[in-house]
């Protein structure tokens, strides 16, 4: 696994709000779900490889993915 590096964001209200809804509905921390939508944002436009067992077209987890 990758060594995490600490870093400081500013969100505004709405926006961190938001994020914290949306972490708890996904039963994630705030930071992971942030962690998560920037992962999926970057893979969606190319700019980071897919994981293991991830498809390049989607970003999906293979096992995931409908026969």
Known sequence: MAKKKPFALRLSEPVMQAMQRWADDDLRS??????????????????????????????????????
């Open 30 to 67: 705030l930071n992971a779900q942030i962690e998560w939508v920037l992962r999926e944002a970057l893979k969606g436009r190319g700019r980071l490889k897919p994981g293991p067992g991830e498809s390049v077209e989607d970003g999906q987890d293979e096992d995931d993915s409908n026969p």
